[in-house]
């Protein structure tokens, strides 16, 4: 039962050690974009309004740029038929003082 209990302990830590290395604390940039429900149609194009639920999952994300930009060129992301091009002006539409401008997300620069 010890032994047990001791591989339990060990595949807990080592999930979570998983979470923690990435680029989004506690979870996955794929996990992270499901928050980003709200921002679909505004990541597919630059007319769109954006939503304030949308700007609001944004802040948080853009709290770590790290995460952000994962999360905009993750696989989830890319699936749902969002522009990364466009989705990277996401921040600067919902008028955010504190974005991280000029940080460089792959091919991309937050504006």
């Known amino acids: 039962m010890d032994k047990l209990f001791c591989i339990m302990l060990f595949m807990i830590i080592g999930i979570a050690g998983v979470y923690s290395a990435g ?16 921002c679909a149609s505004a990541a597919q194009d630059s007319n769109a309004a954006v939503s304030k639920g949308c700007c609001t999952q944004v802040k948080k994300l853009g709290q770590n740029p790290k995460c952000l930009c994962a999360v905009m060129l993750s ?37």
């Open 23 to 38: 680029e989004c604390p506690k979870s996955t940039p794929d996990m992270e974009a499901m928050k980003l429900l709200p």
């Open 75 to 111: 696989k989830t992301a890319k699936s749902s038929g969002v522009k990364a091009d466009i989705a990277m002006t996401i921040p600067k539409r919902c008028n955010l003082a504190d974005r991280p401008i000029g940080y460089k997300c792959g091919a991309y620069i937050l504006p």
